[in-house]
């Protein structure tokens, strides 16, 4: 899973940044205020620790998540940084849109709701250039006799009228999703997180005029948060209660997102490797085998599905097995976030 850091300038998207993967972040590359940054963080999950622990497995691995913060020079808004900055993101499942919810000397006070929208007008734009090329793409060919994009024109045309009435795509979920235009990464129908980020004396959500649908938000304290970060455990303590945090901006930040994203987890164990593989939620465990091997779905032939709660209550696979609560289930079978699965399958 990969999470875009969108924003305006000086929203605090470096700071997110290093307040997400300060901690628990390996391999951030890039300096900080020139280069693309990126660094993968690791999921916890207290499954994966009670599954460790049972089969003593060589390798555990945990679920990640890639945080993307691409370069963007403060002040320039000429159309080509943006561009690129804009195609960064487009790479991304989803996006971590930071907003300036404290006053800096710089800046002067802080406007939540029209800098939100300043940067949702720039990802319709955005979009809609994309939408106008291909469309006069396929007039071009279809002016040459070359028939082409007929399935797509139609959801082309949706897509167009949307955003020139300065509408997202991901209002229309039926649009947003739809397979046929996912190649077009369209920005604005990204899943989207909107980060408020607070001075470091204030908890609350700012008030809203318009109401936003499909979106969810969250508060941090970004700049308390990356302090923080960097932390011993010790100094970490008297800090929390001081600020009153009881959840790092990590793990709130990873909880959203996979409620955003609707992914869930579904374990493999074995004393090789216990892992956890995020999917997203409501796929049957066909597709859900091709996460873990393109063999294992070429040759399935069964699932073998305990829940993790069964098996944590029986004490074993074995006796989890007596009590009837291992199933074998086909490939329509639904993966639930905690199933443990093992596949029978032939190559
Ligand atoms: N008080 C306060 N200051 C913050 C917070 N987050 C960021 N800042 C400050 O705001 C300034 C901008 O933060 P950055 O993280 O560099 O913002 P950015 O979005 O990366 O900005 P650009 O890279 O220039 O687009 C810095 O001086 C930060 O220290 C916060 O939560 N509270
Ligand atoms: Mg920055």
Known sequence: ?????????????????AALTGAR?????????????????????????????????????????????PSRIPGASDGKSDGEFWNQIRTCDGILHVVRNFEDPGTGPANCEVDFQQIEDEMIL????????????????????????EIELPLLKSCQEM????????????IATDPILKGFTFLSAKPMLVIINNGDEDETLPSWTKML????????????????????????????????????????????????LNRISFFTVGSDEVRAWPITNGIPALQAAGEV???????????????????KAEGSFQAAKKAGLVRLEGKEYVVKDGDIINYRFNV
């Open 213 to 260: 649908e499909n979106l969810s938000f969250m508060v941090v304290r970004a700049k308390l948060e990356m302090d923080l970060a960097a932390m011993t455990m010790e100094e970490a303590q008297e800090f929390l209660e001081a600020y009153n945090i009881r959840e790092s901006v990590l793990d709130r930040v990873i909880r959203h997102s996979y409620g955003m």
């Open 25 to 69: 972040g390996d391999n951030a590359v890039g300096s900080p205020q020139k280069d693309t940054r990126i660094a993968s963080t690791t999921v916890l999950d207290e499954r994966i620790d009670f599954l460790e622990n049972m089969y003593q497995p060589k390798k555990t691995i945990y679920a990640k998540i890639e945080y993307l913060l």
């Open 1 to 17: 899973m990969k999470l875009g850091i969108a924003g305006l300038p000086l929203a605090g998207k470096t700071t997110l940044f």
């Open 163 to 174: 955003l020139e009435q300065g509408e997202a795509l991901r209002n229309a979920p039926e």
């Open 293 to 311: 091997h393109s063999d294992i779905q070429k040759g399935f032939i069964r699932a073998e599905v305990v829940a993790f709660d069964d098996l």
């Open 126 to 149: 955005s979009d809609l250039g994309v939408v106008e090329k291909r469309l006069e793409r396929i007039y071009l060919d279809s002016k040459r006799g070359r028939k082409q994009g």
